[in-house]
């Protein structure tokens, strides 16, 4: 599935960050995955209600973790497409490039 659907619209803020605005097709796979690592997090609660065995314990962190950091991807991938879209504009091209580079270090800090 990919991460983006179609073009997004977006807004530049005066401190220079872009402002997506996802269309619902865009919105729904972040929403159906953020879904599923909630279920995720419910089950390591009951999990640690249950004393279950460490190991499955930190078997379902290490999902939930891996799980997040897809989300954080998919976010950052959507981002930057706006952003890029934004380069074409001579007004906003700087701006549109910061953003981008915030963004990329952001998500290799994850």
């Known amino acids: 599935m990919p991460d983006i659907a179609g073009p997004m619209e977006s ?4 401190d220079g960050k872009l402002k997506l ?3 619902p097709e865009d919105r729904k796979p972040l929403i159906d995955r953020l879904d599923r690592i909630e ?3 419910r089950g390591l609660k009951a999990m640690i209600q249950a004393d279950r065995y460490c190991g499955d314990e930190l078997q379902q962190i290490k999902a939930a973790i891996a799980a997040l950091r897809r989300v ?3 976010i ?4 930057i497409a706006a952003a ?3 380069l074409q504009d001579k007004k906003l091209k700087d701006a549109a490039n ?3 580079m915030r963004i990329v270090d952001g998500a290799l800090d994850i």
């Open 11 to 14: 807004t530049l803020f005066e």
């Open 21 to 23: 605005q996802r269309s």
């Open 39 to 41: 279920g995720q997090v």
């Open 72 to 74: 954080a991807m998919m």
């Open 76 to 79: 950052s991938r959507q981002h």
């Open 84 to 86: 890029a879209d934004c």
């Open 98 to 100: 910061e953003d981008i």
